[in-house]
């Protein structure tokens, strides 16, 4: 017997979550974005309402409301040694716990692909996109310098 064909299944949305916790669709995106402004027990009936359903707020919504991505763009030069895994681990949990994502790119040590990731990075999408800049090779510093 063939299983059933998977459904066109959307995500829960924050009305979702307001009618299930009880509360307006405004309260739950204080929940999420100032939850310091909400009563306990509200916090606790959107942040259970959440987890019941798997609500996950919109990240690029977020973003173009603040005008921030909360995106920090790292190009590392290679992946395959301890030195660059563990460098890149700690980043990724001081970034973590400033409520930034880490987006990767590899270079493989050649110039050209650091480039391109560099410019990935860039992007209008990801406008606050922040890399070190002594990260960078000298071929990335002298494309960018343009820029």
């Not at 829960?12 to 509360?23: I, N, T």
């Not at 790119?105 to 990075?121: F, H, I, T, W």
């Amino acid at each position: 017997m063939n299983p059933p064909l998977a459904r066109n299944v959307t995500p829960p949305s924050v009305a979702d979550v307001a009618k299930l916790a009880g509360v307006s669709p405004a309260t739950v995106s204080r929940a999420f974005n100032a939850p310091q402004l909400l009563g306990a027990s509200t916090l606790e009936r959107v942040q259970v309402a959440a987890g019941q359903l798997g609500y996950q707020p919109y990240g690029l919504a977020r973003s173009l409301r603040r005008r921030r991505s909360m995106v920090i763009g790292v190009v590392m030069p290679s992946l395959h040694y301890a030195y660059f895994a563990g460098t890149l681990e700690l980043v990724q949990k001081h970034l973590a716990q400033e409520g930034y994502t880490l987006l990767l790119s590899s270079s493989n040590y050649n110039p050209e692909q650091e480039l391109d990731g560099v410019k990935a990075m860039i992007r209008p999408c990801l406008p606050d996109v922040a890399f070190p800049i002594w990260m960078l090779g000298c071929v990335a510093k002298r494309a960018l310098s343009g820029l």
